[in-house]
């Protein structure tokens, strides 16, 4: 029977810390050590584990091998249970401590993260939350590589192997810009903006969402405008250069700029955006994770329930649409105008 490698717990953090960074010197500086500690350990691993994990080029710093990818997420999966089992260890005053590090969908971020890393702070004092801003598929591989322990984001195409809890749903909505006639309603349906022009959130994922939500309605849309950025999309809607699908809706109705927009629900029956805590499948979740994960739920639904302006009850509001479709059968606007 062949004897097992003796590899240390310094050699795995070490290996870690200069696969995140593709460079033993920045990894040397984080732990206080010479440079020459990481690479005599990293070659000392490989050597022990039998295959290459780093290709050093001169001046270039380095680039994982396909094995050493493969090898970083299974030790960051080890050194994410290590700290488990360290942490129910010291639990005696249930206390959860160290760092946890979360990726949050870029479009999420601003309605979530802050509230979210306040109630961490108030709540869990020696806890330090690390946040990555991601899109779709950055967010799958953050967890599939181990870079974070949770994903807060859209149930955006994760995959089999990627465990996650729906907390809140997202419904879309339409924006106008505040001068449209349509800006007064509760409520539109999707083919009164048959002949409006679209400003689309671009993102991977998102974009294709958008799309199909119109498309529901029988709705090709004339794209005239797109951006990966949620602001910039709401500024191009108040200058009346079209009109947008969101998911997320701001606590006031003002841009970047000082204009506006109009938010209005739509009549159609269109799907929401499931918004989910999702972590890598079988993965014990440390107690920092499981923490998190109690105040991500709290602070998603405690955000959805707060209303915003120009939101109304859907009581009633059926009736008022449907007699504006008979006396202004399709809204020809300034967005038309350029």
Known sequence: MSKRPEI????????????????????????????SAISAAIAQLEQQVGVQLFIRQRSKGLVLTPAGLQFLGDVRALLLSLDGALDSAR??????????????????????????????????????????????????????????????????ALG??????????????????????????????????????????????SRDYF???????????????RSGSYETVRSLVAHGHG??????????????????????????????????????RGVRQSARARAVSAIIRDVAVRTASVPRPGTRHRHGTERQVSATLQTHPSSESQMNRD
């Open 211 to 225: 799309l199909r939500v119109l498309s529901s309605a029988g709705l090709e849309p004339d794209i005239r405008h």
């Open 160 to 205: 089999e192997t990627v465990e996650r809890e729906v907390v809140v749903q997202a419904p879309p909505h339409v924006i106008l810009p505040a001068g449209h006639p349509l800006a007064g309603r509760a409520q539109v349906f999707l083919r009164e903006l048959s002949r409006e022009k679209l400003i689309l959130l671009d993102l991977p994922h």
């Open 243 to 280: 009109f947008s699908v969101l998911n997320q809706r701001p606590a006031h109705d003002l841009t970047y700029d000082g204009h506006s927009v109009a938010a209005l629900s739509i009549a159609d029956d269109v799907p929401s955006l499931p918004v989910v805590v999702a972590s890598l």
């Open 91 to 156: 639990g005696v005053d249930n206390q959860v401590r160290g760092t946890v590090r979360i990726a949050c969908f870029v479009t999420l971020a601003p309605f979530l993260l802050p509230e979210l890393i306040t109630r961490c702070r108030t709540a869990h004092p020696y806890l330090d939350v690390t946040v990555e801003e991601v899109d779709a598929e950055d967010g799958r591989e953050a967890l599939r590589a181990g870079r974070v322990e949770l994903l807060l984001s859209y149930d955006f």
């Open 8 to 35: 240390t717990l310094a050699q795995l953090r070490y290996f870690v810390a200069a696969a995140e960074r593709l460079s033993m010197t920045e990894a040397a500086q984080a732990f206080f050590v010479a440079q």
